[in-house]
Every structure is written in C-alpha cells, then in structure tokens.
C-alpha cells in the first residue's frame, strides 16, 4: 500500500511538471487539415539593436548581465529621442539612410544574433572564401561602374538572398507566413519576394538549376517546421543585415527551423553551411513576436532605383574629365 501511494504521488507530480515546451506542444494551433499553424505577419526588427555578430569581451557570454542589458537599454532609449527630433544634420556624402527610418527595436538579453560558434563569432574563411570576400569588398567600393552588372544584386533590387532577408533589418521587416495542404510560403516585404516550399519529401531539382533562392524542401519535426534550402547561385552574401559582405558559393545549403515558443512568438533558426566559403557552420538563432497590426508596404525598389543609374552617370561623367 505504502509503494503504490509512493508511485502514485510520482505519477503527480510527473504529470504536473510539464515544461513550457511541452505545454505549448499540448496547445499548438492546428490548421484545418493537421499541421501546426504558424501563419502571421513576424516582424524582425525588434532584434534590429542586437549584433550580428558578439563583441569579443564576453567570450561565450551568450546572455547579457544585468549591468550591460542597463547600459543597451539606455543607449536605445537616447537614439530613440535623437530619432524624434525635428531636425537632423547630415553631411552632403553621407548616403546611407537617415536613422530615424529605422524601425527602433527593443533592448534584448541576447548578445548576439550568431549563437554557433559558441563565441558568437563567424567561423574563420577559407582561402577561396578569403579572396572572394575581399573581391566582394573591393568591388562595392569602386567607382569605376561599365554597367549595372557591376553592382550586388542587391544594389540592382534584385534580391538580398534568403539570409539578407531574414536577418533583422534597419526597417520593412516583415516576414510573412502562409500555409496551404503541402505547402508553405514565405514571404518577406523587403524586394518582395516569396518562396513556395513544398511538404511532400520530394527531391531536390536537378544541381545543374541554380537560383538566388536556391531550391527549397520541408518537413515536420514534431511541431517544429524545418527547411533545407540547396541550389544556390553563390552571387547573394552572408554576413549583416542585407546580405552584404562575405559572399556566398554555390555549395552553400542552409537548414532553417521555425517553432513556436509561445501563443505569438516564433523562434527562428538558420544554420549556415558552406564549406567552400567558412571552415565550419555557423547558426543565427532570433525570436519574433506576431503583430496582427503590421502592413506590408510596397518596396517600391526597382522602380525607385535611381541611385544605380545615377551612379552609373557618375561614372561616365568621370570619365569624362580624365
């Protein structure tokens, strides 16, 4: 009698110390025909304040203290008043965009976006991947432009890449979520793109198709939706937040999930893998938070682009007086 009291008291308390996990298991929406429903509008740009990459004082440190988390919120609350202020002095070649067009995010523990290595720090280059970051790096700053094919594609609005897309951004952050019987779609509000991402565990298409977005496939593990992305072009970049900097190869094969941690946030994770390009993997990890309210605007980019044919016109007038 004495035993079966014990075990029944186990079996209570078993049954009571469900974690958080588990618990949202228990009430993940569903959609009409079974899977998880993770439909919305997830905007990342409350993670915009974080990073990319850990500053090299805090090692493994993947958290901030109580102290430096002060100092991030103090430092976001002083930009934000600098943002507001009627009037802002800017110098006649500053071209980058104004800092009150950001979409102001919020003061985060996290320390970094990059959460593997367990520094917070991408992986070192290869030698191939050395020489084409530092041709990428050259070729953004010359002036000397014979034509549009010299520009990124992201200069040419032709895309930022899935990783330049998902990434926190300076501002039109919104990534889009939707689902239909055997398909996902996601769709991101900056250059406008959408990947339709099949459920069905078919194969990839054959290697000699390449794109910027490469050829997605995906699948349910448990109530986590995981994407594997091959295919690549090799011609987006990797590194901040628009795909700039280190450029990608067309060995790179990127395994994203996406899981809800809770009714109306959405962790998301990629992991980078590109072995002609960096030494070893490397994982972004982010939360986002649904915002029925958020609307997607029109980027207008390839019909507003007049910075590349200004650009370009700046050259030929270069040339002109050599």
């Known amino acids: 009698m004495f035993l079966r009291g ?11 110390d469900l974690s958080a996990s588990a618990q949202l ?10 899977d998880p429903d993770l439909q919305g509008i997830w905007p990342s740009g409350q993670m915009i304040e974080v990073p990319f990459e850990r500053p090299v004082e805090l090692g493994t440190r993947a958290t ?18 600098t943002d507001a202020a009627e009037f802002v002095t800017r110098g006649l070649t500053d071209v980058t965009p104004p800092q009150h067009w950001r979409e102001r995010g919020l ?16 992986p070192a280059l290869t030698e191939d991947g050395a020489e084409r970051a530092e041709a990428w790096r050259q070729r953004a700053n010359r002036t000397d432009f014979t034509g549009p094919e010299d520009f990124n594609p992201y200069d040419r609005c032709i895309t930022r890449g899935i990783l330049g897309a998902a990434f926190p951004n300076i501002y039109s952050t919104g990534t889009e979520i939707l689902q ?3 398909y996902v779609v996601i769709r991101y509000e900056m250059i406008h793109e959408a990947r339709i ?22 699948r349910w593990d448990g109530d986590t939706l995981v994407v594997e992305t091959t295919n690549f ?34 962790q998301y994770q990629v992991t980078v893998d590109d072995p002609k390009t960096f030494a070893r993997p490397w994982t972004v990890a982010f939360p986002m938070t649904r915002d029925r309210e ?28 050599r």
């Open 180 to 182: 239909t019987p055997g």
């Open 6 to 16: 014990i075990a029944l008291v186990v079996a209570m308390v078993a049954v009571l």
């Open 25 to 34: 298991a228990l009430s993940t929406p569903r959609t009409p025909w079974g």
């Open 233 to 266: 072009n090799g011609r987006t970049g990797s590194l901040g937040r628009n795909g700039n900097g280190n450029p990608t190869s067309d060995a790179l094969t990127l395994v994203e999930r996406f899981r809800l941690t809770a009714a109306n946030t959405l």
């Open 107 to 122: 003061a985060s523990r996290q320390a970094s976006l990059v959460v593997d290595p367990s520094n917070g720090r991408l």
């Open 64 to 81: 901030l203290n109580d102290a430096e988390f002060a100092m991030r919120e103090l430092l976001l609350e002083r930009q934000t008043e």
């Open 197 to 218: 991402i099949p459920l069905d565990r078919r194969p990839h298409v054959s290697d000699r198709i390449r794109s910027y977005l490469g050829d997605a496939r995906g």
């Open 294 to 321: 958020y609307v997607f605007y029109e980027y207008a980019c390839h019909e507003g682009n007049y910075a590349l044919a200004n650009m370009l016109r700046a050259a030929r007038v270069s040339e002109q007086r």
